[in-house]
């Protein structure tokens, strides 16, 4: 999905008088053309989660028949993307010829490099009858002796993301390690991210990271004598034991890590050096990116 932030990535600012919790974000609405999404980071008061730059949570949506998603060709430089559904079906098509179903439960990692050009669509047959769609999808700045590194497209079916029970909580552990198991979906820094399922009065350590964050798919969550809502964004100090507590049933998204060290954005975008970013721009607009194969005639001009 295209970002329009152009800012410089930096650490979160602290509420003071919080032990455990800095702050509490709240998305806003962006339109993708014909559908909106809520985008957490980045922000103003938080530009990164460990190596976690940009969050969007889509849907859940309805389409009519003959709507849905297209969102045409687009380039990216300096990411890998992180594209994952709880319900619906998207198609990936890029310029490394991949073409790709995402379906719910399963992981898409793109990872751009020094360059890659992606479209993410629906299928005809997706399109011929009402449908409903619902996903996170999220960009990891890549570490800085892998910004220029060749793109690559990894995909990873809802049955190879490791599963667990906790203490009564249902716990997919999606990158990284966490609660005595660790996913094998690639990793490029030190990386965190799981989705719990909690009942209502049911409770949940969250697992330890350098820097992490919560957000509330759905439902409603306790710390203490907080109450996070649902599309609320906790971002925590690096502090072991956090609990929270579910007062309806809900969903989460945990993510974090190591951070890579400051980071530029400008659209899709993601440099410690700014050279690479207005190169990427000039590249894009002179047409030198790669095509998508069977995506050819569209393409997302450069913003402004």
């Known amino acids: 999905m295209s970002n329009l932030a152009s800012e410089l990535v930096q650490d979160c600012s602290v509420i003071s008088g919080c032990s ?13 053309g014909g559908f909106d999404v809520r985008r957490t980071l980045p922000t103003r008061e938080c530009r990164s989660v460990g190596p976690w730059v940009f969050f969007d949570h889509m849907g859940p949506a309805h389409f009519e028949k003959d709507q849905g998603i297209d969102v045409r060709p687009h380039p990216h430089i300096g990411l890998a993307t992180v594209t994952y559904l709880f319900e619906g079906e998207m198609l990936h098509r890029d310029s490394l010829d991949t073409e790709a179903r995402v379906l719910p439960g399963d992981i898409n990692l793109m990872v751009a490099g020094r360059g890659i050009v992606h479209s993410e669509r629906q299928r005809k047959e997706i399109k011929a009858g009402p449908q409903d769609i619902h996903g ?29 029970k906790h203490d009564g909580v ?5 990158m990284g390690s966490a609660y005595g198991v660790t996913s094998p979906v690639k990793t490029l820094s030190e990386t965190l991210y799981i989705e719990a399922r909690l009942q209502a009065g049911h409770s949940l350590v969250l697992p330890d990271a350098d820097e992490k964050a919560m957000y509330v798919v759905k439902g409603e969550l306790a710390l ?18 956090i609990m929270v507590t579910a007062r309806r049933d809900t969903i989460l998204a945990v993510i974090g890590g190591a951070p890579v060290g400051k ?12 050279s690479l970013i207005e190169q990427a721009k000039a590249d894009w607009q002179a ?18």
């Open 170 to 174: 249902h716990i997919r552990v999606m």
């Open 136 to 164: 996170l999808q999220l960009w990891l700045a890549l570490p800085t002796e892998l910004e220029q590194t060749e793109p690559g497209f990894f995909h990873y079916d809802k049955a190879e993301i490791p599963e667990v």
């Open 20 to 32: 455990a919790l800095k702050l509490v974000l709240k998305p806003k609405d962006k339109d993708l």
């Open 263 to 274: 980071r530029y954005m400008e659209w899709n975008f993601v440099s410690s050096d700014k």
């Open 287 to 304: 047409g030198r990116f790669p095509r998508v194969p069977g995506d050819e005639q569209e393409f997302i001009p450069l913003p402004g």
């Open 224 to 241: 203490r004598d907080t109450i996070l809502d649902e599309h609320s964004m906790a971002i925590f100090e690096d502090e072991s034991g």
